[in-house]
């Protein structure tokens, strides 16, 4: 039996965030520079797309570049940013014909113009798309986007609009990036690193972590079956006890 039909797709996650992690560490080991294996990320991505459209998968967010990415060389920063207008010019006809919707969260104000305007366009032109929502997490850190909600927050108890004893869990995730999607159930982190490293940090707060070795270059269809799999192997309790949650 494949992995595919190993997955239960009555119970699959609604939502995966990833961590692509080790593009850098690939290339090193293939004699390459670090923009290499960026650009051989690329396939991993079009393959764990595909592979969570084939798993019945909601949504699927991926860490493409976090804030304090910024404070990496000139040059790497550079190639990063014309690798991701090239990606998306690219791909966004097949995200169309695989009916695959494009977000994107984070400060997206601080990309280059060149990024902000391909992103809009290939956004606008997925918008009715109906199945997967791949959602990008450029320019993001959960630290900022937390600080962004907090700030807004205050402004509506400082325009009488809410009492800071009325304060809810839900009115501070209005604010947040992702007040649109549900809170990812599975997070996947590649190349052995066990952090979430600034990432989503309120949204996953219930979620299942899945690490594996594997560099993100080298993350393909198979091992997101595979952390599907390990996922509906778990026992999701959100505080009850086992007994609870069989009785229910």
Not at 157 to 163: R, T
Request: aromatic share 8%.
């Amino acid at each position: 039996m494949s992995l595919i039909e190993r997955i239960d797709k009555s119970r699959v996650p609604h939502h995966i965030a990833i961590i692509m992690d080790g593009n850098g560490r690939w290339a090193k080991q293939q004699g390459e520079n670090r923009v290499f294996g960026h650009y051989e990320g690329v396939n991993s991505v079009r393959e764990v797309v595909e592979a969570a459209g084939e798993a019945g998968i909601d949504y699927i967010t991926l860490y493409a570049f976090s804030t304090e990415n910024w404070n990496r060389p000139k040059e790497e920063v550079d190639a990063l940013m014309e690798l991701l207008v090239a990606t998306i010019s690219l791909e966004t006809p097949k995200l169309n014909a695989k009916n695959v919707r494009l977000r994107a969260i984070g400060d997206l104000s601080t990309l280059p113009a060149s990024c902000r305007q391909e992103l809009q366009e290939a956004m606008a032109t997925t918008e009715t798309n109906t199945g997967l929502t791949l959602i990008l997490a450029l320019s993001y850190s959960s630290k900022w986007e937390i600080m962004t909600a907090v700030r807004q927050l205050g402004e509506d108890v400082l325009a009488g609009k809410l009492k800071p004893s009325e304060i809810r869990e839900k009115d501070l995730e209005k604010y947040l990036c992702t007040n649109e999607y549900p809170d990812p159930e599975l997070m996947i982190r590649t190349s052995g690193e066990h952090r979430i490293s600034n990432f989503l940090l309120w949204q996953l707060a219930y979620a299942e972590f899945y690490f594996t070795e594997k560099l993100w270059p080298e993350f393909r269809k198979e091992d997101l079956f595979q952390a599907i799999i390990n996922f509906q192997n778990r026992e999701r309790r959100f505080g009850k006890t086992s007994e609870q949650i069989t009785s229910s």
